[in-house]
Structures are given as structure tokens and as C-alpha cells.
């Protein structure tokens, strides 16, 4: 039972911080990262946002990653 409230706790402290890094690089590139999409500004803002978090918060997995993307971690590796 604690361990479910830790892995609860720690999916909601995750949500949090991917969904600020997402606002911010919304409001930079002018664009949604989360949309399906394949030009150039797309892609690019997805790698800005995989390289950020997959650097700041080492503890998330490519599968974290790419699950909160909508993607999976083969998204995240080859970003």
C-alpha cells in the first residue's frame, strides 16, 4: 500500500514538472510539442524538451518519457 502511494506521488511530481518544461517550450517555439506532427519546428522543440528533461531529471526513463509524449522510448532515444 506505501509503495503505491510513493509510485502515485512520484507520477504526479513527474506530470508536474514535464508539463511545465511543455508550457514553456509551447510559449517559445509558438507551437503545441505534443501535436502530431513531423516538420522541422516540431521535431526540433520535441528534442529541446527530450535533451532538457532527459538531462535535469535523470530518474525518468526514455519510457516515462515517451509515455508522457505520447510516444515510446525509441522517440526518445533517437532525439
Known amino acids: 500500500m506505501a509503495k503505491a502511494k510513493i509510485n502515485k506521488r ?8 514535464l508539463k511545465r518544461i511543455q508550457l514553456e517550450l509551447n510559449d517559445m517555439f509558438n507551437i ?27 530518474k525518468y526513463s526514455t519510457s516515462q518519457i515517451g509515455a508522457y509524449m505520447g510516444r515510446d522510448h525509441a522517440t526518445v532515444l533517437h532525439a
Not at 10 to 17: A, F, G, R, Y
Not at 48 to 58: A, P
Open 10 to 17: 512520484l507520477k504526479i511530481e513527474m506530470d508536474v514538472n
Open 32 to 58: 503545441d510539442i505534443m501535436e502530431k506532427n513531423r516538420s522541422v519546428d516540431y521535431v526540433t522543440a520535441r528534442e529541446y524538451f527530450v535533451r532538457y528533461v532527459s538531462g535535469r531529471f535523470q
